[in-house]
């Protein structure tokens, strides 16, 4: 008998749940669209979807501020020399205070730079090179940056200088364009009496006996685009051989309000491309095409303003001394990227090149 009524019980649930599956299916094939829709709309555990949130995350990516591993600071427009191509020319006589420099320097090492190039102008037209040399001091004992360099034209560096500030120095590079005193001359090289490319070995020598690492940088323009360079730069055997194409900067060496006219001087990218053919063995050659300078360098000016040179002449941002770094670089135009493409980073400290002294 209870055998009987337990049978009949299991009976009716079997009937119940059978009842129940049928409308539930029914249910669900009436929710079909809905159903569709919210599970295209609700995100799945672990499936990568284009949320709000990670296109948030990727737009901070992209609006994120370059970091200035590697300056060049333009902290004076005077020279002694008047390169007929010059893209940084005399249009005012203001220094920085040392003082205000240097704080501006702790500034860029605390925003991450790690190596700082001094440049012009002539710097050491400042105090006889004593304002470049109280900055180099500074940056390599204060700062402790491991790349410390400056580029001159040379015609103004004494032993003196390298006897009291060489060794806080990683490289010094000077402008060489032409191995022919005449051509340097045609430029804007010239200084009276003095040799140019004479001068240019004394610096080598001082080097030397002063362990800077020697660089030479030239502007390849129409006329020194045929000469052929490659005996004089490898008895010179410096670290690196910088080789510009000739840049055109509006307000600078182009335009009504330029102090310079350096169209005469331009070379198209096939004459710069034949140049760099003819010197294809020198190893130490580091080529750098128009577009290759124009967003790849930050630049910064008298004031410590980022000079954003792609729309063809130097925009600058706000001083980094009173809106801070972060924020003026934003407007620095600067190409991280491009800055790693043409080899921008590489060993710069002299504490770790292996060279024969």
């Known amino acids: 008998m209870h055998l009987d009524m337990l049978g ?93 420099a240097k704080r501006g320097l702790a500034m860029l090492k605390e925003a991450g730079m790690e190596k700082i190039n001094f440049s012009g102008g002539e710097p050491f037209l400042q105090d006889r090179g004593e304002f470049v040399g109280k900055l180099v001091q500074f940056c390599k004992q204060e700062l402790e940056l491991p790349s410390v360099s400056i580029v001159s034209n040379g015609s103004l560096i004494r032993e003196r200088w390298f006897k009291k500030y060489g060794e806080y120095l990683d490289i010094l590079a000077i402008s060489c364009d032409s191995f022919d005193e005449d051509v340097n001359i045609l430029i804007g090289r010239g200084q009276g009496k003095k040799n140019h490319v004479e001068n240019l070995h004394k610096l080598r020598q001082w080097c030397r006996e002063y362990a800077v690492a020697f660089k030479i940088n030239s502007v390849i323009n129409r006329f020194n685009v045929e000469e052929d360079m490659n005996e004089q730069i490898k008895a010179l055997n410096p670290v690196r051989w910088k080789v510009f194409q000739c840049l055109l900067i509006e307000g600078e060496n182009s335009g009504e309000d330029a102090l310079r006219e350096a169209e005469k001087f331009v070379i198209s990218d096939e004459d710069f491309e034949r140049f760099l053919d003819r010197h294809k063995d020198v190893s130490c050659l580091v080529p750098e095409s128009n577009q290759k300078m124009r967003d790849s360098y930050l630049i910064l000016d008298e004031y410590m303003r980022f000079l954003n040179c792609r729309n063809g002449r130097k925009e600058p941002s706000k001083s980094i001394l009173d809106v801070g770094v972060e924020a003026a670089i934003k407007f620095s135009g600067f190409d991280e990227k491009m800055f790693l493409t043409r080899g921008g980073k590489y060993v710069w400290s002299k504490a770790d090149m292996k060279l024969d002294w």
């Open 8 to 100: 009949r019980l299991l009976s009716v649930g079997r009937a119940v749940l059978a009842a129940l599956r049928g409308r539930l299916g029914a249910l669900c094939w009436s929710l079909t669209p809905l159903s569709l829709s919210l599970s295209l709309s609700l995100p799945l555990p672990g499936w990568p979807r284009d949320s709000p949130s990670r296109r948030e995350r990727e737009q901070e990516l992209d609006d994120a501020s370059p970091t200035p591993t590697s300056v060049n600071y333009h902290f004076t427009r005077q020279c002694n020399y008047k390169c007929g191509f010059c893209f940084h020319t005399a249009k005012t006589s203001f220094v920085l205070p040392l003082e205000e």
